[in-house]
């Protein structure tokens, strides 16, 4: 599956983004999708997941705040981000799996698309 990320930008804190990711090469909607981000100088981490059925889980950090989704018909999950805060500035990552509690299991990406870069200004 081949993955190209966008949406990303500068926006102030208490603002929204929503960030696509476009996914092309398999069957879509059999794998589990997940948003990752990573801060400088902090390990990338799994913020959003997004089960083949629709089932989602959330980093503690952005439980109530964002919000993931996903389009079958588009081939695309979004991550809607509201109420953003400065910590919330990072590159913006998506992944797959067909299963999804391996979207935890960060080491076994063997490859990860470009992010998309967002920066949350004071």
């Known amino acids: 599956v081949q993955l190209q990320a966008s949406g990303g930008g500068l926006v102030q804190a208490g603002g929204s983004l929503r960030l696509s990711c476009a996914a092309s090469g398999s069957t879509f909607s059999n794998y589990a999708m997940g948003w990752y981000r990573q801060a400088p100088g902090k390990q990338r981490e799994l913020v959003a997941a997004?089960?083949?059925?629709?089932?989602?889980n959330y980093a503690d950090s952005v439980k109530g705040r964002f919000t993931i989704s996903r389009d079958n018909a588009k081939n695309t999950v979004y991550l809607q981000m509201n109420s953003l805060k400065p910590e919330d500035t990072a590159v913006y990552y998506c992944?797959?799996?067909?299963?999804?509690?391996?979207?935890?299991?960060?080491?076994?990406?063997?490859?990860w698309g470009q992010g998309t870069l967002v920066t949350v200004s004071s």
């Open positions: 992944n797959t799996d067909l299963l999804l509690l391996r979207l935890w299991d960060l080491s076994h990406f063997g490859s």
């Open positions: 997004i089960s083949s059925g629709g089932n989602t």
